[in-house]
């Protein structure tokens, strides 16, 4: 496709069920990111890969959490035993430059809507 | 640390009504900085952007955004808003040598017809 596609685009979790939210990034796109967006508040940055290698996962809240990325393309952001709190739109941007590279506008997916019950 | 803040939760205006929202930011070293538009059930779009150069930016849509860097600020204006500019904007900083952009907590416009 065109854009960054994810999926589902909601899910509905109890309260300590394991949830996996797929992202698929724009073909050749060498970076990829999720964020995490509170109702009311702007993303926040939960990790990043260069292809397939995880550079940074210092947003990511508690080890419950995990991102991965094995070929480089898709990307999977795991939430294990899911509490309330994880309730929030999880976006994920794909970007052609990779980091340090100076034109790294990011393109955003519509989101995943989970909501933990 | 790093920190970008937006100074209004909620702006209303009517149609062809000048429009500016401000950003600051908080960051060490050289910093990239974004406007991105998020219209009600899409997708976050990228409204123009700041590498290096000329501070004043050009975007879509008749938007355009100053860096000062006096005063650590990206504002958004628009000479003239319409009803279809009704929507979420958010403003976000990366350092250049950085992949992750940290978002400010975004701007909710509503213009009346």
């Known amino acids: 496709g065109a854009g960054v596609s994810q999926s589902p685009r909601y899910k509905v979790a109890k309260r300590g069920q394991d949830v996996a939210l797929r992202c698929d990034p724009i073909?050749?796109?060498?970076?990829l990111f999720w964020y995490q967006q509170a109702l009311g508040q702007g993303p926040e940055f939960l990790t990043y890969?260069?292809?397939?290698?995880?550079?940074?996962k210092s947003g990511l809240p508690s080890d419950r959490f995990f991102a991965e990325r094995p070929e480089g393309s898709v990307s999977t952001l795991k939430i294990q035993r899911t509490q309330q709190e994880d309730s929030a739109v999880y976006l994920c941007a794909s970007s052609l430059a990779i980091q340090g590279q100076k034109n790294t506008e990011a393109f955003f997916g519509q989101g995943t809507r989970l909501t933990v019950v | 640390a790093q920190s970008v803040s937006q100074h209004n939760h909620h702006v209303i205006l009517s149609e062809a009504a000048s429009l500016e929202l401000g950003c600051n930011y908080s960051?060490?070293?050289?910093?990239?900085l974004f406007w991105y538009v998020q219209y009600p059930g899409q997708h976050l779009q990228l409204l123009l952007k700041?590498?290096?150069?000329?501070?004043l930016v050009k975007g879509i849509k008749g938007f355009e955004a100053e860096f000062i860097k006096s005063k650590f600020s990206f504002n958004l204006r628009k000479p003239s808003v319409q009803w279809s500019d009704t929507a979420e904007y958010f403003c976000a900083a990366k350092s250049t040598n950085a992949g992750k952009s940290t978002f400010g907590d975004g701007t909710t416009l509503t213009v009346k017809p």
């Open positions: 700041y590498f290096s150069g000329d501070p």
């Open positions: 890969f260069q292809n397939e290698a995880q550079l940074d």
């Open positions: 960051y060490g070293g050289t910093v990239n």
């Open positions: 073909s050749g796109h060498v970076s």
